[in-house]
């Protein structure tokens, strides 16, 4: 099944920050922090007597909280619960406008993407609100998951990122280790090399986002850094945050350096120089020390497209050189 293509926003979730539906001190408190997506959690956050509640709650502060650029994503239980319908009906018709995502975790084939999707659009067309606009982030966190990524990547012109969720990963694989985001021992290698990898592969393939789990050791953010680095290094876009302190630490590790920005835009500048008249029309030139063609150019892309969703300003120009 080929993803239909969409106009839908390239959304920055450097960091993705874990809000207890059901806790409106720490609701308040998220609107000030500087995380790029707030997700306000009704699963493993509430208590299974706190969620009628907290749809009620999380309606609230989304109509009435200050939330700034923020992504608005509210995490629902996932379709093997009673509580999914009830979730995304009283959520999404309390505070469709003021929503910009569902999460759907525990994601395990593309049949249960495209039931958010049909309900999504029968609450939409009901209430009046624009249809499609509302965005699905699906969360992967088994194997019968990972196995179905691709598809479930292809489900819906909804989807905008795959999420990892390892906790319940490593429990479904039986993982030896009780600390989640951290290595196993016993194993000399990285354990979550393929499932990332695999998770990244099927969201570049549909031109979605890839987004890590969390590191639950909230005040090692030595360890998060750590963690967060490796996820970046593959190509991830962001990683979920659960404590303010580790805000500021994702932000970081998934925007580009100052130097690195300032490169890109320098090389997409010079080559767009170099391929006009003005700049000789050249399919490759130097700038520098160093050859630039297409291929340079789209990898500068990616680097100066992750600095500008940052809010990055650069700090150096190109200047054609004299002819």
């Known amino acids: 099944m080929t993803r239909p293509s969409t106009d ?16 409106p001190r720490f609701l308040e408190k998220a609107q000030g922090l500087a995380a790029d997506q707030v997700f ?15 749809r009620h709650t999380i309606v609230k502060y989304l109509n009435e909280g200050e939330w700034g650029a923020k992504t608005r ?19 999404v018709e309390g505070a469709g406008p003021n929503l910009d995502c569902i999460m759907l975790p525990k994601v395990q084939d593309a049949q249960q993407v495209v039931a958010l999707d049909l309900l999504l659009t029968q609450i939409e067309k009901t209430m009046g609100f624009e249809v499609g606009r ?38 479904s694989i039986n993982m030896k280790s009780l600390v989640v985001g951290e290595q196993p021992p016993g194993y000399p290698a990285d354990a979550y ?35 967060a680095g490796r996820a970046a290094a593959l190509g991830y876009d962001g990683k979920w945050v659960l404590h303010p302190g580790q805000v500021e630490a994702a932000n970081e590790v998934f925007s580009p350096s100052q130097e690195d920005y300032d490169h890109a835009e320098l090389i997409l500048d010079a ?42 300003t650069r700090t150096s120009t190109f200047t054609p050189p004299k002819a």
């Open 134 to 171: 509302i965005g699905i982030e699906a969360q992967i966190e088994n194997a019968r998951g990972l196995v179905n990524v691709d598809a479930i990547a292809a489900a819906s012109p909804r989807l905008e990122t795959i999420v990892f969720g390892p906790a319940d990963f490593m429990a």
């Open 40 to 54: 306000l959690d009704l699963e493993d956050a509430c208590a299974p007597l706190a969620k009628p509640e907290a």
């Open 193 to 227: 090399h393929y499932i990332l990898m695999r998770i990244l592969m099927a969201a570049r393939m549909h031109d979605l986002q890839a987004i890590d789990g969390p590191y639950l050791q909230i005040r090692n953010v030595d360890g998060f850094r750590e963690v």
């Open 271 to 312: 080559y767009e120089h170099y391929t006009s008249e003005a700049g000789g029309r050249k399919g490759s030139a130097m700038l520098g020390d160093e050859m630039i063609d297409e291929a340079s150019r789209k990898m500068a892309l990616v680097i100066s497209g992750k600095g500008r969703a940052a809010g990055m």
């Open 8 to 23: 839908r926003p390239l959304r920055p979730r450097r960091s993705c920050l874990a809000v207890p539906g059901s806790n």
């Open 73 to 91: 994503v509210v995490r629902v239980n996932d379709w093997t619960t009673e509580w999914t319908y009830r979730d995304v009906v009283t959520v």
